[in-house]
Structure formats: C-alpha cells, structure tokens
T-cell receptor, first 115, second 115 residues
C-alpha cells in the first residue's frame, strides 16, 4: 500500500536558518503530493502541493519539488521565523489506483524556531 | 473565504456512550472525508463520501457510522465509546471525487475525550 516517510523531529533551528524536512513516498500509482502544517491546537492547513513530476509547489517562502526518480518531496525554506514553529505533515493521495482521494500522511515533523 | 465547519469543537463523553460529530463542507464541495488523529499521531483516514454515497473506507471501527446528507453536510456517529476513541477528529472537503482538483481542505477538528 501507499506510505509516506518523513524525517523525525523535533527539529530546532535559530531564526533565519535554512530548513529542510525530508519526505519520501511509496505509491503504486501516480500520486499527488502535499505538505500540511498544524499549529498548536489547530487543524491542518494546506501549505503547498504538486500533482506531477518536476512540479514545484511554493507558498509563504516554503518550496517542495516532486521528484519521481527519487520518490521524494522535501520541504525547504531559506529563512525560518519563530512563527513557522508547528508540526509539518507530508501526505499523498493516489487516485490512479482507484483508491479514492484519501490522504496518507507521514508521522509529522515538529519544528521549533528560536530567537 | 468560507472554510470547513465542524461541531462541536470539544466533546466529553463517558465510556459506552454515543457521540455525533458534524461537518459542513466548503460551499460547492461535494466530497467529505473523515480522519482521526490520536495524541502525537498522524491523521488516519476513516471514511469518505461523494455525492452522498460512500466512496472509500479506511480504518473505521464497526461501532462508527457516517453519512452525507442532501445539503452535503456529513455526520459521524460513534457508539459504545471506548477510552481509545479519545482523539481529534477532522473533517475535510474537496471538489470532485474524480476530478482534477483533489486538494482537501480541513476543518478545525472536534476534540473528543472519553472518560
């Protein structure tokens, strides 16, 4: 079945540091890939997405590129802020295998940014 | 912009009681998904509906049932509650089960505590 593996947290960075959160996936079909962010006590917010190989999703300074050859969708940001502190989930949905649009999530990576 | 609405936001029940969670999707969205997120866990897919018909089923216990109504809102009914049912329950909506747009937008969640 489909699965998502992302780097374990927590990740602690200083403000303005470079961020990378690794995400790799296994899918039998041709999935769409997503990054969701969850702030403390809140729901999941879509951060960015990519639907085909070599697509780059971007939002609020965050970027991720759909790499089919390495089955990866790593999240990057050039300069993090304290307000970026949250849990980040990598996820996929795979309609091509007839399994519907359900999202399969990674285990989440907690990011803490300090002054 | 209108978002997914879930009610109630918090719910406290005793073991063996029943609970009903409600979800109102974004206007014009015809697909609803339910996810369960245990403490410190990633969200797990429970069930989804497209045009009032069940479209996919995940790890939903037999004690739970759900449906989507003519106005596209959905309800998750949970009976014989167990301590392990304590979790954050998310509803998400999207436009078009088999369409090009497969992005799911999440509600704020209902936090269920079973005592």
């Amino acid at each position: 079945g489909d699965s998502v593996t992302q780097m374990e947290g927590p990740v602690t960075l200083s403000e303005e540091a470079f961020l990378t959160i690794n995400c790799t996936y296994t899918a039998t079909g041709y999935p769409s890939l997503f990054w969701y962010v969850q702030y403390p006590g809140e729901g999941l917010q879509l951060l960015l997405k990519a639907t085909k190989a070599d697509d780059k999703g971007s939002n609020k300074g965050f970027e991720a590129t759909y790499r089919k050859e390495t089955t990866s969708f790593h999240l990057e940001k050039g300069s993090v802020q304290v307000s970026d502190s949250a849990v980040y989930f990598c996820a996929l949905s795979d309609r091509t295998t007839g399994g519907g649009n359900k999202l399969t999530f990674g285990t989440g990576t907690q990011l803490k940014v300090e002054l | 912009a209108a978002g997914v609405i879930q009610s109630p936001r918090h719910l406290i029940k005793e073991k063996r009681e029943t609970a009903t969670l409600k979800c109102y999707p974004i206007p014009r969205h015809d697909t609803v998904y339910w996810y369960q997120q245990g403490p410190g866990q990633d969200p797990q897919f429970l069930i989804s509906f497209y045009e009032k018909m069940q479209s996919d089923k995940g790890s939903i216990p037999d004690r739970f049932s759900a449906q989507q109504f003519s106005d596209y809102h959905s309800e998750l009914n949970m009976s014989s509650l167990e301590l392990g049912d304590s979790a954050l329950y998310f509803c998400a909506s999207s436009l078009g089960f088999a369409g090009v747009t497969d992005t799911q937008y999440f509600g704020p969640g209902t936090r269920l505590t079973v005592l």
